[in-house]
């Protein structure tokens, strides 16, 4: 997943001494392990702050991969990628963040803002208690 | 999978924007 669509780069803080702090102070990154998720531009999209399990680390992944493709304009590969993420690793962390930026991703390439109302009343079923619940209830509708 | 990290970071950069590609960079303590 990550060699087919990514360039990976790692800095050790210890052997790769000047360049690790170089970027780190060009990223703000301020510990380790953090992850950056760079559009091709170099324009950070998205960042992984600290271990993580290989579940929880594969839907960070995916979540970086939408932001990309979301911050990109593609929104519909956005969405695609977003609810991957929901599909295949729905009891991580990631997945109610993933199921908000789904809906933002529909309607932003649909325009269709029913994406918006669909993805409140989805949080009414699963991730209630996230933040991202919090976040999509002001798109309820009576 | 192995992933094939490489430590030239400017030119990783450089190569994502002739590629259209992102990037991911990996800041690392662990040990080697």
Avoid: C
């Amino acid at each position: 997943m990550v060699t087919e669509n990514f360039l990976p780069a790692r800095l050790h803080v210890k052997n790769q001494k000047a360049d690790f702090n170089r970027f780190s102070d060009r990223y703000g990154a301020q510990w380790t392990p953090t992850t950056l998720f760079l559009d091709p531009g170099g324009v950070e999209r998205h960042r992984i702050e600290g271990f993580l399990p290989a579940d929880d680390f594969l839907a960070q992944l995916g979540l970086g991969l939408g932001q990309l493709a979301f911050h990109g304009g593609r929104h519909a590969d956005a969405e695609r990628h977003f609810r991957v993420v929901l599909e295949r690793h729905p009891a991580s962390e990631s997945a109610a963040e993933a199921q908000y930026w789904a809906g933002v991703s529909r309607y932003k390439a649909t325009g269709d803002a029913t994406a918006l109302a669909e993805t409140a009343r989805a949080f009414e079923e699963r991730y209630q208690t996230s933040s991202w619940a919090k976040k999509a209830s002001v798109w309820k509708r009576p | 999978m192995e992933i094939a990290w490489r430590n030239d970071v400017d030119k990783v950069l450089e190569d994502a924007k002739a590629q259209g590609k992102p990037a991911l960079l990996d800041f690392s303590a662990a040990p080697m």
